[in-house]
């Protein structure tokens, strides 16, 4: 397709239990980045694939979330023992490169819901 | 850190009225700056940019210049349409290579006919 896409679009989870949230970025983009909102927040970073680059995890929230990347392709955001606090729109976005001056096209996002 | 605030919503005005959303921003040097959009139903996308001082960036109607002295990046638009209708988005990316975005908190826009 012509953006970023994601999936689920949505997910309803109990507390507890593991998730995985994909997102296909738009094909030739080198970087990646995952952000999260909260209701009624602004969007927060939470990591950053660049290339073949070691990733910038500095925004991820605790040791029970992390992300892989396949070379310039699919990322999957995975949530290990969900908690409630942890509902949010997920967004993924990518850019051609990562610097300040590419814009990031941003996915649709997947709202994770934690009961 | 860096940091971005930007006023609270929601705004609601008549169409073809006179538009500000106000945003300040906290960072070292010079970031660039942004302002993001969201439809209803729709992904974010950006709206305009500006990537060094006194820098004007513009689109679709709306301004926003990058003030140093104020540390400030205001959205602007003379005469506004029911189909800007969305939330607004105000964020930095760091100087450098780096280009995670921080954002405000987002500024929900009404527009009435």
């Known amino acids: 397709g012509a953006g970023v896409s994601q999936s689920p679009s949505n997910k309803v989870t109990e507390k507890g239990k593991d998730v995985e949230l994909r997102c296909d970025p738009i094909s030739g983009h080198t970087a990646l980045y995952w952000y999260r909102q909260r209701l009624g927040q602004g969007l927060e970073f939470l990591i950053y694939f660049q290339g073949n680059s070691a990733p910038d995890k500095s925004g991820l929230p605790s040791d029970r979330f992390s992300a892989e990347r396949t070379g310039e392709s699919v990322s999957t955001l995975t949530i290990q023992r969900t908690q409630q606090e942890d509902s949010a729109v997920y967004l993924c976005?990518?850019?051609?490169?990562?610097?300040?001056?590419?814009?990031?096209?941003f996915g649709p996002g997947t709202r994770l819901t934690v009961l | 850190g860096d940091s971005v605030t930007q006023m609270e919503g929601p705004v609601t005005l008549s169409e073809e009225a006179f538009l500000t959303i106000n945003c300040t921003y906290t960072a070292t040097g010079y970031p660039s700056l942004f302002w993001y959009v969201q439809y209803p139903g729709e992904g974010l996308q950006l709206l305009l940019k500006?990537?060094?001082?006194?820098d004007k960036g513009s689109n679709k109607g709306f301004e926003a210049t990058y003030r140093k002295e104020t540390t400030s990046f205001h959205l602007e638009k003379g005469s506004v349409q029911v189909s800007d209708s969305a939330v607004y988005f105000c964020a930095l990316t760091p100087t450098g290579t780096a280009s995670k975005l921080t954002f405000g908190t987002g500024t929900r826009l009404q527009v009435t006919l």
């Open positions: 500006a990537t060094k001082a006194d």
């Open positions: 976005a990518s850019s051609r490169a990562g610097n300040s001056y590419n814009e990031q096209f």
